[in-house]
Antibody
Framework: EVQLVESGGGLVQPGRSLRLSCVAS????????MHWVRQVPGKGLEWVSG????????DYVDSVKGRFTISRDNAKNSLYLQMNSLRVEDTALYYC???????????????WGQGTTVTVSS | QSVLTQPPSVSGAPGQRVTISCTGS?????????VHWYQQLPGTAPKLLIY???NRPSGVPDRFSGSKSGTSASLAITGLQAEDEADYYC???????????FGGGTKVTVL
């Protein structure tokens, strides 16, 4: 079964850091680009960051550039999101998402985890 | 405000046909980037419904179809069923932003 399982969410104060992890199973992890997509409860989807199959191409939404770092370990079938200088507006459910292609591009995203909740509050 | 514009809501009676529009610009849909559609049922993760403008993943009923023209795309649901009540999102890529973009989402209500 193709599966993505996120972990690492929680309650954190503004300005602090958090690291999200995602473990993939059921497919050849290093054949695909991966992404983080977030959703504020009751609101729409927002793409946060994407990484190509070999980490050669990485993109971020402007609002997290310089604060968040995406990475992957293909040997461990794992995707990560290091979130620094967290803001209240980063509060959301964070999904780990598999791309249909090896590149960060306009291909569809065919596998979604169940998400991990990040709450930034004092 | 999303780069891709969708109507906030659409509704229809069971058996009817509804369409959801997704309007972009010359740096995304108009630049030739593909459009994909996702269905999000209440309390669940999004599910890929249509990929590359008009293709259905295995298991998606043929009641769902997609199209793209110019700077816009649309999702059509024919023979609307109660189980289709959900939020629907379009997605593409924007060359100016160098990133993946989503529409704001459309809530489909079955009357």
């Amino acid at each position: 079964e193709v599966q993505l399982v996120e972990s690492g969410g929680g309650l954190v104060q503004p300005g602090r850091s958090l690291r999200l992890s995602c473990v993939a199973s059921g497919f050849t992890f290093d054949d695909y680009a991966m992404h983080w997509v977030r959703q504020v409860p009751g609101k729409g989807l927002e793409w946060v960051s994407g990484i190509s199959w070999n980490s050669g191409r990485i993109d971020y939404v402007d609002s997290v550039k310089g604060r968040f770092t995406i990475s992957r370990d293909n040997a461990k079938n794992s995707l990560y999101l290091q979130m620094n200088s967290l803001r209240v507006e980063d509060t959301a459910l964070y999904y780990c998402v598999k791309d249909l292609s090896i590149a960060v591009s306009d291909y569809g995203k065919d596998v979604w985890g169940q998400g991990t909740t990040v709450t930034v509050s004092s | 405000q999303s780069v891709l514009t969708q109507p906030p809501s659409v509704s229809g009676a069971p058996g009817q046909r509804v369409t959801i529009s997704c309007t972009g610009s010359s740096s995304n849909i108009g630049a030739g980037y593909d459009v994909h559609w996702y269905q999000q049922l209440p309390g669940t993760a999004p599910k890929l419904l249509i990929y590359s403008n008009n293709n259905r993943p295995s298991g998606v009923p043929d009641r769902f179809s997609g199209s793209k023209s110019g700077t816009s795309a649309s999702l059509a649901i024919t023979g609307l069923q109660a189980e289709d009540e959900a939020d629907y999102y379009c997605q593409s890529y924007d060359s100016s932003l160098s990133g993946v973009i989503f529409g704001g989402g459309t809530k489909v209500t079955v009357l």
